[in-house]
């Protein structure tokens, strides 16, 4: 069955980069999702990859997969006080069912 | 931005009592979901809604789970006796397609 994993915390230094790392078990997996949950909100769709990509580029977000590994991570360049928040990793598989699954998130905590 | 609303933030309720789950998914979303996340676990998928009906559900959501669209607009939850392990958050997620998903900010339930 699928299965998604994070890390549970990250700190870093504003003005750093972050990376957020998530394994997955599933290899048919379709699509890959980062999400973000702000303190009181609901989860945000941040950025999304699909499996045949190996990276991709959304202003300060970069997304890379390793498909051999069964690896998704999420860099975040010159990490804000902002970004403080809980990233969650989400996939969904090939078969038909478009519901994904999440893993636990990650809180990320952005030091000043 | 549309935003799909949930109500109320938070509910206390005893062991056993009957709780209804409120959501207002974006207008022109046809696909209605409900996921929860017991505190420092995963999001778990509970139930998906599509055309009046559940299209599919996971092994959490049981005999004792029912969602319903009353008119238009909302779209609820209910759990006719609840447990002390149904707390959790939980979040209400709509979509055009049968991806994209928007979440709201979540319910918080408390079972005592």
Request: one cysteine or more; glycine letters at 6%.
């Amino acid at each position: 069955g699928e299965d998604v994993e994070q890390s549970l915390f990250l700190s870093v230094r504003e003005g750093d980069s972050s990376v957020i790392n998530c394994t997955y078990t599933d290899s048919s997996s379709t699509y890959l999702y980062w999400y973000k949950q702000e303190p009181g909100a609901g989860l945000q769709l941040l950025t999304y990859i699909f499996s045949n990509m190996d990276m991709k580029q959304d202003q300060r977000l970069t997304v890379l997969l390793n498909k051999k590994d069964k690896h998704l991570s999420l860099r975040i360049a010159d990490t804000q006080t902002g970004d403080s928040a809980i990233y969650f990793c989400a996939e969904t598989l090939s078969g038909g069912s478009y519901i994904p699954t999440f893993g636990r998130g990650t809180s990320l905590i952005v030091h000043p | 931005e549309p935003e799909v609303t949930q109500t109320p933030s938070h509910q206390v309720t005893q062991m056993g009592q009957e709780v209804i789950l409120r959501c207002v998914p974006i207008s022109n979303h046809l696909y209605f979901y409900w996921y929860r996340q017991i505190l420092g676990q995963k999001v778990e998928f509970l139930v998906s809604f599509y055309n009046n009906e559940i299209s599919e559900k996971s092994e959490i959501f049981d005999d004792q789970f029912s969602v319903e669209r009353p008119d238009g607009s909302n779209f609820t939850l209910k759990i006719r006796s609840t447990k002390l392990e149904d707390s959790a958050m939980y979040f209400c997620a709509s979509s055009e397609l049968r991806a994209g998903y928007t979440f709201g900010s979540g319910t918080r339930l408390t079972v005592v």
